[in-house]
């Protein structure tokens, strides 16, 4: 099993800056990537970012390109969300998840992520 620990969440003006941590424990070694979901109220969670182990190559949504940095730290099993020019409609409880297959095939879709963490809330007030 794998364990996913999100912190770093919390309440930030409109054009602030949060950075969220997320530490993992356990089988890591069975791990190949690292991503980020989000869910805000009555709206289906939804894929935010993603770092491979093996390289670092990363991915986001269209909607946080230019303003969100994901990058990780091997020595701390720790993966790292960077949300810079915060916007309003950025609120949700936002998920770090662990993904346990090589391939990136459908990495948009939460139900590829086999480990989750608790989940970190971020309010990006107007």
């Known amino acids: 099993q794998v364990q996913l620990v999100e912190s770093g969440g919390g309440l930030v003006q409109a054009g602030g800056s949060l950075r969220l941590s997320c530490a993992a424990s356990?089988?890591?070694?069975?791990?190949?990537?690292m991503g980020w979901f989000r869910q805000a109220p009555g709206r289906e969670r939804e894929f935010v970012a993603l770092?491979?182990?093996?390289?670092?190559?990363?991915y986001y949504t269209d909607s946080v390109k230019g303003r969100f940095t994901i990058s990780k730290d091997d020595a701390k099993n720790t993966v790292y969300l960077q949300m810079n020019g915060l916007k309003p409609e950025d609120t949700a409880v936002y998920f770090c998840?662990?993904?346990?297959?090589?391939?990136?095939?459908?990495?948009?879709?939460?139900?590829?992520?086999?480990?989750w963490g608790q989940g970190t809330q971020v309010t990006v007030s107007s």
């Open positions: 998840a662990a993904r346990a297959t090589y391939t990136l095939t459908n990495y948009r879709r939460d139900r590829e992520y086999p480990y």
């Open positions: 356990g089988r890591t070694f069975s791990t190949y990537a």
């Open positions: 770092i491979r182990h093996e390289g670092g190559s990363a």
